[in-house]
């Protein structure tokens, strides 16, 4: 099969892209569930970016750079942060419908943020942002959508990519898409880590794909642990957005005492790996809740009305109840190294979204600032796209075929919650060498497990876990290799920062199937 856009993944940063190069080309969107499924469905808070006469671009910038503890690059950023209004512009142009005040959008307040500037829609901007795109990609004539079909790698030829290889999950079948460009729009790897905000999809495919390839991948050691999830038996880590404390929310520990300014003078809108560590610590003494009542019924049932009722299914009334919160994996900042049009180190492959490091978060990534980086690289990306309709849409000689097979799936299951379970013990919010010694020794140990059953043909689940090692092995490799504490990364043997000897970023490149370490 053949197309001049090939995009896999199905979040902001896909359709954004898809959309916008629909006017050149034929598009194939391929995603593994449905189109709605995404981390970009489950953004709650915002998009952040200047829109108000006492707020300016410089703020942003310096409010993400000052968030990513030296590490950004400024350069990027600017760009980012100039690119925000007209970001905004054209998701108002795709239908989205953010929040009004009197006729004025609304903003709010977030961690890390000098001014209020995040826009939402509710409490579920990205579900809002995901739907408006999603009903533009069906009225495409120009744009194809294959659901339940997983990429499983990318077809190279002559080091350039032309293509993926992608299982039709429905039908069990192998097919071979070839295109101009492919751009991979995968998303996340929050569920390498047994606590999660994110979805059961998002185990890192995309970067897993570009790193068998040859592409280079960055600042892998910078997982960024949201402070507030429900912290309740029997219930999801369900996001409690970080606009709650923009509101006014408190966290008090068992005794009822708030605690947070005793620890950062922003108090609840300290940066979110501050906060984090702090409630980690906190919950070694007793609970930790968020407290939102005093902002009266009506306001959190107008504001928060999607995290009422969540948290009501697990018999929490967040009118009248604390709400029980501790962290959870939530973002990687680090990823695909790509410049600002989403080009990666590998010929005609780009990549947008959570699964790059574009090097705007830098060792800590500024709330709301995800959506806003999604749109405006791809954006930009689909600006230089008609270059790539030049490029022959050829087949390389004849591929080793993938075959499907029915493996046993209680070893794999087994072998996925031994994974998560050790990421978050061994490499989670604070580290030790001794503890990712240990990760690293586990990860060979379930590789060769792993190894056993790869003889046969491949499942879904099976795929999926082996990208999960090779993320999760990438991870503890950067982390531990970073002998400081900078931003979301933190050890309790090298507790302060070193710019002396660490400001610098961590890379991988796989060659010949060797992983290779380099700092830029």
Not at 331 to 339: L, Q, R
Request: proline share 2%; aromatic share 8%; with cysteine.
């Amino acid at each position: 099969m053949n197309t001049d856009f090939l995009v896999v993944g199905s979040g902001i940063a896909g359709l954004n892209f898809a959309l916008k190069v629909a006017n050149y080309g034929r598009v194939i969107i391929v995603t593994k569930k449905e189109i709605m499924e995404s981390n970009t469905n489950l953004a709650q808070g915002g998009i952040a970016t200047v829109t108000r006469k006492d707020d300016s671009v410089q703020l942003h910038i310096k409010d993400t750079v000052n968030v990513g503890s030296g590490l950004s690059n400024k350069r990027i950023v600017k760009i980012l942060a100039e690119k925000g209004p007209e970001a905004i512009r054209n998701l108002l142009s795709f239908g989205v419908k953010f929040d009004k005040e009197n006729d004025e959008l609304h903003l709010t307040t977030e961690g890390g943020h000098s001014m209020a500037r995040v826009l939402h829609s509710g409490d579920s901007t990205g579900r809002e942002i995901e739907q408006s795109m999603t009903e533009s990609i069906r009225k495409s004539k120009d744009i194809e959508v294959f659901e339940d079909c997983f990429a499983i790698d990318l077809i190279l030829k002559n080091t350039g990519c032309i293509g993926a290889r992608i299982l039709d999950i429905k039908n069990r079948k192998m097919c071979d898409i070839f295109a101009r460009v492919t751009i991979l729009a995968t998303g996340g790897i929050g569920y390498i880590y047994q606590n999660t905000t994110n979805p059961e999809i998002a185990t890192g495919d995309g970067i897993a794909m570009a790193l068998r390839a040859g592409a280079k991948i960055e600042d892998m050691e910078f997982v960024q642990f949201h402070p507030t999830t429900l912290n309740k038996l029997g219930a999801p880590h369900f996001l409690i957005s970080e606009a709650l404390r923009g509101e006014g929310a408190i966290l008090v520990n068992a005794r009822g005492e708030r605690f947070m300014l005793g620890y950062d003078n922003m108090g609840e809108l300290a940066p979110r790996d501050i906060i984090s560590r702090t409630i980690f610590n906190e919950l070694k003494n007793g609970p930790v809740y968020l407290d939102i009542r005093h902002k009266g019924k009506g306001f959190i049932l107008d504001r928060f009305p999607m995290i009422h009722q969540e948290c009501l299914k697990y018999d929490v009334d967040i009118t009248t109840d604390l709400i029980p919160v501790s962290p959870a994996a939530h973002y990687i900042c680090g990823g695909i190294k790509t410049n600002e049009y989403g080009e990666t180190t590998v010929a005609n492959l780009l990549a947008f979204g959570e699964c790059t490091c574009t090097g705007v978060h830098g060792a800590n990534r500024l709330a709301s600032n995800s959506l806003l980086e999604s749109v405006v690289f791809s954006s930009l990306g689909a600006q230089k796209a008609k270059n790539y309709l030049k490029n022959e849409i050829e087949a390389p000689p004849q591929q080793k075929e993938t075959a499907f097979a029915n493996i046993e799936t209680q070893e794999l299951n087994y072998i996925k919650a031994e994974l998560r379970n050790a990421m978050w013990d061994y490499v989670g919010i604070i580290r030790t060498e001794e503890k990712m010694d240990l990760m690293l020794r586990k990860l060979e140990h379930l590789n060769r497990r792993l190894d056993v059953f790869g003889g046969t043909g491949v499942n879904t689940q099976f795929l999926e876990i082996k990208n999960m090692v090779t993320v999760a092995n990438l991870i503890t490799k950067a982390a531990h290799t970073r002998k400081e504490s900078r931003g979301t990364h933190y050890r309790t043997d090298y507790p302060t920062t070193d710019d002396k000897n660490w400001l610098k970023h961590i890379c991988f490149e796989q060659r010949e199937e060797k992983l290779h370490t380099f700092f830029t």
